[in-house]
């Protein structure tokens, strides 16, 4: 650490530090007139960072040469590939991940950059895999840092951290998963105690990140902050029908929602609103992508359903995929209520409530 230190410049010209997620880490970080930076958790070293370009603490750059034998300052992916002479995987952003002995390399290029000289901004040495943790840089992200509410005692404040992360996702500038618990409804559901843990999650869309708000019954409230794939992995419990935890008011407003139905897995969602039914197919748009179309049933489709039940719809939903309803001469182009922008989300909400506890996903999570 001394010699990293003193090869850096010796006194760093930015000192920040901030607890991160609860229970709490102690996040440190050192940033050198260099252009170098050391990371910190609880005092220990998590990412050493060797900046290329100019940074608002740094004039100018460190040559990378001067640290990786081989490598300069314009590298390109290719070059670094060349350089560390290991496997890689695809990082957080722009980023490239090379595997080391004992470690990690984490090159950043500009959004979308790589192939170009110039596009490296910089590479970061890190002990843990960068696909299995957030970046130790992003511990300051400006949009979701601050998420986290303690009280005069330092516990959490869950209605002001609920309200905090409430007034990211209203200002878009946080996404929140439709495939947990909903954050107007993460006090009572904990509060209830119906659930072991009941968990929201909200991305960020500055670093990322995924924070995940979680409400347990027999322990202290946790808040951490985790990858995409990371996130997606953690343990995720059916929630209980409204009936069981809501107030008057939720429970009213739930009768008045969307409900599941029936389903056929990776295939179709039957889900009623208000006595109507809609159906949520899935189908292919290309080898490399696919999404689902909602179509209010006609009362043709009703009476063969009323007829053929499971079996109909499943024969329903392989003519919408066949008829490839993302194209403007399709038959269900017309009657796709996704293909609307103005409408389109709400109805991509309702139906991910709707079938919030059916999903692949989430029965998948239920088994593991």
């Known amino acids: 650490m001394r010699r990293l230190v003193e090869a850096f410049g010796g006194v760093p010209v930015e000192v920040s530090e901030q607890l ?69 995987t695809f990082g957080p952003g ?26 490296l901004l910089g590479v970061a040495f890190t002990a843990d895999n960068p696909r299995q943790t957030t970046r ?18 330092g516990a959490v404040d869950v209605d002001r951290t609920i309200a905090e992360l409430a007034a990211g996702v209203e200002a878009r500038v946080l996404s929140e998963s439709s495939a947990h618990v909903r954050l107007a409804d993460l006090a009572l559901l904990g509060a209830s105690g119906l659930m072991e843990r009941a968990e929201s999650q909200v991305a960020c869309r500055t670093c990322q990140r995924v924070a995940c708000f979680t409400l ?40 008045d929602a969307m ?57 329903l ?7 490839s309803p993302h194209r403007e001469d399709s038959t269900f182009y017309p009657r796709n209520l996704y293909r609307d922008p103005e409408t389109s989300r709400a109805f991509r909400d309702e139906v991910s409530a709707a079938i919030v506890n059916h999903t692949w996903l989430a029965e998948h999570r239920r088994q593991a």
């Not at 179509?295 to 007829?307: N, P, W």
């Not at 939903?317 to 008829?323: F, T």
């Open 20 to 88: 991160v997620g609860e229970p709490a880490v102690r996040s440190r970080r050192l940033s050198y007139p260099s252009g170098g930076e050391i990371l910190m958790h609880d005092d220990a070293v998590v990412a050493v960072v060797l900046h290329v370009v100019p940074t608002p603490f740094a004039r100018r750059g460190l040559d990378l040469s001067d640290w990786v034998a081989g490598a300069r300052n314009r590298a390109t992916f290719a070059d670094l590939k060349a350089v560390f002479g290991t496997s890689w």
């Open 94 to 119: 722009s980023s490239r991940c090379f595997a080391l002995d004992g470690g990690y390399a984490r090159a950043e290029f500009r959004p979308f950059g790589g192939s170009t000289p110039g596009d």
């Open 136 to 153: 130790p840089e992003d511990d300051d992200c400006p949009t979701c840092s601050g998420l986290l509410v303690r009280d005069g005692y």
């Open 216 to 255: 347990h019954r027999d322990s202290c409230p946790t808040f951490g902050y985790y990858p995409t794939d990371e996130a997606r992995q953690r343990p995720l419990e059916a929630i209980p029908p409204v009936e069981s935890w809501g107030d008057a008011d939720r429970i009213a407003a739930a009768s």
């Open 259 to 315: 409900r599941y139905v029936d389903h056929e897995p990776g295939a179709w969602f039957l889900v009623e609103k208000q006595g109507i039914l809609y159906l949520d197919a899935r189908y292919v748009v290309s080898s490399m992508a696919d999404d689902s179309a909602l179509l209010r049933l006609s009362e043709s489709e009703l009476e063969a359903y009323r007829v053929g039940g499971h079996d109909y719809l499943s024969q």
């Open 317 to 323: 939903a392989r003519k919408i995929h066949d008829g």
